[in-house]
Each structure stands twice: as C-alpha cells, then as structure tokens.
T-cell receptor
Framework: AQKITQTQPGMFVQEKEAVTLDCTYD???????LFWYKQPSSGEMIFLIY??????QNATEGRYSLNFQKARKSANLVISASQLGDSAMYFC???????????FGSGTKLNVKP | DAGVIQSPRHEVTEMGQEVTLRCKPI?????LFWYRQTMMRGLELLIY????????DSGMPEDRFSAKMPNASFSTLKIQPSEPRDSAVYFC???FGTGFAEAFFGQGTRLTVV
C-alpha cells in the first residue's frame, strides 16, 4: 500500500486566492511526522512545514498551514493568498518506523494564474 | 551553514561507464538519504544511512548501484555499469537525530546516460 497519497496531479489557483493540496497517509504507528516540501522549476527541494502526530494544533508557517485530521489520516497543505512564486511541485512526506524512514508522495503541480 | 552539497551538478556519461555521485551532508546531521527522481517514478528512496550505517537499501534498483558512507561528512552513490534508464536527478538529503526532523536536500545531480 502507498504510504503517502496525493490524488491531485495538477491544480490551478487564481493569484491571491487560497488553495488546498490534499495528502493522505497510511501508518499503524502512533508516533510519526508529516512534512510538506516545495520543488520549484529550478529543481531544489524546499522544506515548508512540519506536523507531529501528537501535535494538537495545526502547524502554521507564514502563508502555509497544515490541516491535520488524524482520524482521517489526512495532512492537507493550505496556502493562503497565493502568489505567482508559489507555482511549483508540492510533495507531502512522512517519517515513521524504528529508524524514521522518509516516504514521499507523487506530488501535486500547482499553477498560480495572474 | 553551507547546506547539503552534491557534486557534480550535472553528469553526462556513456552507457557502460562508471558514475560516482558525491554528497556532503550538513555538519552534525546523522541521517543521510539518497533519492532518485524521474518523471515516471517520482521521488524514490534508494538508501538510508543512520550514523554512517546503511539502515535500508531496499530501494536500490539492482546490483549495479552501490552506496557508501565512510564517515559522517561524506557519502557516495556509484552506478557501475551505467545504463540509459539510470538517467534521472539524484538527490542527497540529511537530517538531524533519529526523531522526526525535516530532511534538507542538496541541489541534486542531473545524470544523463547516453
């Protein structure tokens, strides 16, 4: 079974609007970490936000927030007030297990329209 | 901090040749990951080291691939012999601790095997 599922291969959003990128995960561990990364067209992988499985509050970092719904095993990324520079691939990831192996989803390509 | 440093940034080689990719993790980080990214397969974890010891190499595609981490500040990924289907971007990433710390990625090595 896939550890991380991102069902949206591509998304469009109008500049200045909010957008939600979906991510569901599969684990039987009680303790794990969830991450989002951004990969612009230049290719580098940029860490955006982290959510621990025991964190009760949703993580926020500037315009990024993580909508964590533990019972549903979802960790959606919300980007508020989209900017043209937000156009990129976005990857959801999870660390779990004895040695906290990193699993990545297939990514969502976000295009922000002016 | 200089971040994760990978070399070379680009490599073009002929089929059958040996290719060695290099990675210098962030100082103090004790986990190191090698990933391969292609359009078809997305981001694949090849091998994961913790404290210089290979923990999980189940993602290494075949015996032509090998990875070493002789010390905490250096790792190599070798492909011998290389094949055109090995063409991809190879990322090295490092993280601190055995918990759920985020991984920091290098700029990647774009490998083209002709």
């Amino acid at each position: 079974a896939q550890k991380i599922t991102q069902t949206q291969p591509g998304m469009f959003v109008q500049e200045k609007e909010a957008v939600t990128l979906d991510c569901t995960y599969d684990t039987s561990d009680q303790s794990y970490g969830l991450f989002w990364y951004k990969q612009p067209s230049s290719g580098e992988m940029i860490f955006l936000i982290y959510q621990g499985s025991y964190d009760e509050q949703n993580a926020t970092e500037g315009r990024y927030s993580l909508n964590f719904q533990k019972a549903r095993k979802s960790a959606n990324l919300v980007i508020s007030a989209s900017q043209l520079g937000d156009s990129a691939m976005y990857f959801c990831a999870m660390r779990e297990g004895n040695f906290n192996k990193f699993y990545f989803g297939s990514g969502t390509k976000l295009n922000v329209k002016p | 901090d200089a971040g994760v440093i990978q070399s070379p940034r680009h490599e073009v080689t002929e089929m059958g040749q040996e290719v060695t990719l290099r990675c210098k993790p962030i100082s103090g980080h004790n986990s190191l990951f090698w990933y391969r990214q292609t359009m078809m397969r997305g981001l694949e974890l090849l091998i994961y080291f913790n404290n210089n010891v290979p923990i999980d190499d189940s993602g290494m595609p075949e015996d032509r691939f090998s990875a070493k981490m002789p010390n905490a500040s250096f790792s190599t990924l070798k492909i011998q012999p290389s094949e055109p289907r090995d063409s991809a971007v190879y990322f090295c990433a490092s993280s601190f601790g055995t918990g759920f710390a985020e991984a920091f990625f290098g700029q990647g090595t774009r490998l083209t095997v002709v």
